[in-house]
């Protein structure tokens, strides 16, 4: 094993300074199991809120910089044992292409938010340069890190469920219910903002969400869906509720809601899976609980940090069942996933599957086609859009 | 007033003999409140179980029939005094427009289980006859009977969450999951057979409840919906799921799902409706809790029996908050309904409409153009089929 | 068999008039099944509004008395087939030793609500002439009738659980957090009155359920108690809350508390069982629904209506699982069990102990030595109070 | 402003090697912010295993030592702008007080872990310690930095309850349902042991949290108290379960459960608190909502991350409702509290109240008596053990 293992991984960030939302939770997230540090950045797309924010967090001048190219410029002229180990991308989505293209064509690692870009072209292109540059790219689909999302996947995978049949996902949100992005919330202005988030509001923000989580569950493939996508806040130029009828290759059937018009709704992120022989049902608030109910016996609720779990879920454990877990411990899940593919790049090794366990760039890719074709459906008269 | 409110009314039952399932519920939930006695019936389509059916639950035997007819001329025959004031039908859903004519052409007061009939057709028919009749008949939507779908009503109904935009309902079960109709499972049975259920499987017997909750709770009227339906379970010619896109007039979005392949779920009812103000959630398997969210507070539970809650969900509970009421308390309350409206024609009175609530007929033809226009829509190649 | 089966039962009531609670739910509860009919009865202590009560229940003039006296030398003069099969006992508390012993020395059947007597010395002479007697005397311990109770009880005695090390027992309510007797709230006014209520408040009203509920689950028996009672509400002359530590013969450890002044609790009745091997948690507010954790295991949570019940449980249900039971039905099932040992008696048959299912006279009077003692301890400076 | 505020806080460890648990966790809180970061250690009691253990945390090897003499020698050797400005002690509590002593008497800011220390004189030895020297002193109480346990202590605080009459808090725990010290397991080896755990088991380990999480919400304090202390599993020298009565000062009544044989539970802190106008209830596996029930309307259900929060649960909280914190969030929270502290001495200025918000050594020493006092009663014949 080479040095690498005896150091902590340097990163930046690009986004992420004062006003934003997601950026410290990416590094808090990383600050949990202390194997990287963060050792410069460029922190917002205003020079002056990115030094402020640099400086929060104890930045050495010289590397807090007030734009992302500045940024990629001095990197790159640094020394190995100071250079970045990966760069973590949580800016608005429409500067996730150029960033991210940018930064994998110098040969860095990646970690990038979700949805990944805007159109399929760029999410083409930015698969084809990670292809090209052997490059580590995580997007933080950050739910897929719940050790009890992990259970899940590993029961369904390994036919505990039977065939599967019907797939209810639903991610509720209230939040938007009103005209916030006219208020000066942030968070909501980039997020109704087409030229900010795409071609989608709540489909894009969180339905990528809910269909990542169907995916890496099941690993079923839409054949076709049926979209009904509305805007219930008047001025709001993207929708802010979704619901959609989904088909899979090989027969099962589904239903996608996405909305962030709930009123009183938090983060209510819910999948149910039925098979011939049993469902499955987690929800994003009570992370550290899966609800088994087989058709031939009583339910049973699997909970995080039993020994009877799989080991990819006891592996995303920290804590003792019972001393909760939530949010960021499933997102440094990720993180812990691209760091040991880093590593093992770094070692010249191949990574151990069970620990560099992430969504890659093609996640990433899939997603926006998600979000392109639920788009195409809303505004068809055909009742089933393939994919 | 007269000497009607002096005595129990009497009432016949057809069908709800041995191995019926939903004739029994019907029988305790009369007897629960003792306004009302059996006097008389025909509860088999087969006389020899009919007879021993009947000899079960003590009926005298000149008013144990083997089949209906004979009931229904045995009765007009009869002094008024001795006569049964209503009639339960609770047979296999293709016996219901026979029966349920039959008796009101003949003056009869009805209690009729649901979906009401096969077709529309059937259903003017039978809406024409009541109305020409003047008699009272009752539609066993039973879900409406809860105390708190009545607050719900109240709620929804007096504004409380605003202009409503998002109406999720869902009924899941799991007992069909599985060829039961070929086990010699005689619910299972008749439910999967064309002659008997009529157009739709798991949609009519389910999903027509969902549709009923949610119009009872918000009067809003479909305008448009696209449904999904299928068939899991090999052999099965009727559909045993469906999901639904729904467009409301006025421009609520809904979504309805129905399935009887969700292996492990029991009887799993839900409701949420959320409007600009605040959701409501309601799920049958914990009845007497009602979830309000507001957009501006924290959520509320409220539950059955509290001196807070409207008139209607007050009259329609009969023990103190904590102390569990059921099913059968929300049949008893349909039934109360009806039998208050029958004391009131009896009486020559006009029904108090707090206690005369239950649904009509008129409900139970909606139920059917529902079904209807469902079966339609699973068969288009457009997205949406127009109400 | 003899003719017996093919007949409903008689009975009368004794109390349980206009403005009682618990009157109405037992004749509910008897209703419900339709194997027994009110046919007389003294329904109040006030002659005027027993006679008015029993109008209200459509019972005939000449059966329908101003006092037990009254109804108990009628019945002794009329033939066998008119004259009653039991009697039910539901007033407050003092009446019951001189009504049911009456009915008891003259050889009538008996159903009597808890708790059974004021002193040990009253119990004791009524177990006695029920010996004598030879006649059937259920009480009212109500709760023990959920399926679940059951089922819990088949567990834990069929040794599931290991050896029992640890139980917990709660029955919380808050609807005497304020001075209601004060008020003219009859449920309040006899209960917080020595002379109607006996020597105490909460712990006999509700404490004495919570000790029935763990004797019939575990079979345990007392070995010491050290009991805290508290009165609370200024001017109220017997405990409203009560604590008690337990030591069952054999080593268990246990906690019983009863309160009526939780706020905003309503009826909340829990127990929680541990074992050298699992674990069982059941809820009266949630009364399906049985949760068992065994040490080497995930959680399962058991409901009312799987086939993978006890015989017991599985008998004491209605309806489908998911279809929600509760109070009036467990009520209902010491009815079927006081019914079935009627039926047996007059048929001169054993009684199926599965059917006769019910709490006897014993156990109406261990829960009167519950009361006293725990009232003995409450006033000790001694930790441990012998049973 | 001083500098202090530009910079992290530097800190060192005592205990907290591999194989232990606790340890990790005041790591990973400690980074969670980023406020402050380790630099020395002395993480176990074997120097060869302390040595490995700081390799793995990235640790100098000139500040990586093999006991806590040399760490505390070594820093108090080195210059300011190195030395480190607290120490968090998170050994068996055996090595509590001769480490916190030392380190307070040498003009160092610590945090230790619970329960304080074995003896009374030992607590008020330290009390007096940290009074002369003027030293910021945390005990990691962490469940009260949960959230909503400090919206509990405000609403309890201001009145929203009234009167507190009820407490019934529980800690219930099944890991040591069997002799797990046997076979090898650390955690349990020491925690069963007189030596390092102290007089009492579970009292110490557990009960102490939730005397603590009583006394935080509610400020009460304890006038007497009754305990019944057991040791279930045969060979263990220490309590595995305790239940006691306990009275406070000013008219209260509770009872507190802490037992480690709860088969089947994990780590089941719950809290409920009754007072005149509502009663309040949390539970630690569910931290984030609060349940709060007046007595005059429905249910009320509090969440983290609301604005109608009071301030100090609004700034304990680091994600938006509806997206888990937990345990380690908690942790942090204190941990914040002692570091606004420092960076208040290191400014020389007062600390703000709301941010400095942590257990005090008063708080640990309060602590010890209650499990010697615990302990006292076990043991007596008295009921009542005054404090």
């Known amino acids: 094993m080479t040095e690498t ?17 997601i950026g410290a939770v990416h590094r808090k997230a990383i600050a949990l199991d202390g194997q990287a540090e963060l050792v410069a950045g460029a922190l917002s797309s205003s020079p002056e809120k990115a030094k402020a ?3 929060d967090l104890f930045l050495a001048d010289d590397r807090n910089h007030g734009d992302w190219r500045g940024l ?44 990944l870009v805007h159109t399929r072209a760029q999410a083409d292109a930015l698969v084809d340069a990670v292809a090209r540059m052997g490059t580590v790219f995580g997007v933080t689909y950050n739910y897929t890190g719940y050790p009890m999302v992990r259970q899940a996947r590993d029961m369904v995978r390994s036919g505990v469920l039977g065939e599967i049949r019907k797939i209810v996902v639903e991610y509720n949100q209230g939040w938007l219910a009103t005209r ?52 219930f806040v008047p ?46 049902e987690w929800r994003q608030e009570r992370p550290s609980e899966l609800t088994h109910l087989p058709h031939d016996g009583p339910k049973r609720i699997l909970t995080r940090g039993a020994p009877w779990l799989c080991e990819s879920a006891r592996r995303a454990s920290r804590l003792p069942s019972g001393h909760p877990e939530g949010f960021i411990e499933a997102f440094a899940n990720l993180y812990g996933g691209v760091i040991a593919d880093i590593r093992a790049k770094l070692a010249g090794t191949a990574a151990d599957p069970l620990a560099a366990d992430y969504p890659r760039v093609e996640d990433g890719a899939r997603g926006v086609r998600f979000i392109e074709r639920t788009v195409a459906s809303a505004t068809s008269e055909a009742k089933w859009t393939a994919w």
Request: proline share 4%.
């Open 5 to 21: 293992s005896f150091r902590r991984l340097r990163y930046a960030m690009v986004g992420g300074g004062r006003d934003a939302f």
């Open 53 to 55: 924010s640099g400086r």
């Open 72 to 115: 990629l410029d001095d990197e790159l002229k640094r020394p190995a044992h100071e250079r970045i180990d990966f760069v973590s991308i949580v800016t608005p989505n429409h500067m996730h292409f150029p960033v991210a293209l940018a930064f994998v064509e110098a040969g860095f690692h990646v970690v990038c938010d979700k949805p």
């Open 180 to 231: 916030l992005e006219g208020e000066g919330n942030k968070q909501a202005a980039w997020r109704s903002d087409p030229a900010q988030s795409g071609a989608a509001g709540a489909i894009g923000d969180i339905g990528s969400h809910a269909e990542n989580l169907v995916a890496t569950v099941t690993g079923l493939e839409i054949e076709s869906l049926c979209a009904d996508l509305n805007s």
């Open 235 to 280: 001025g709001r130029p993207l929708d802010d509720d979704g619901s959609l009828l989904l088909r899979f290759k090989g027969g099962a059937r589904g239903v996608l809601i996405a909305s962030q018009i709930n009123t009183g709704l938090e983060n209510d992120l819910r999948l149910r899976i039925s098979g011939a022989q049993g469902t499955l």
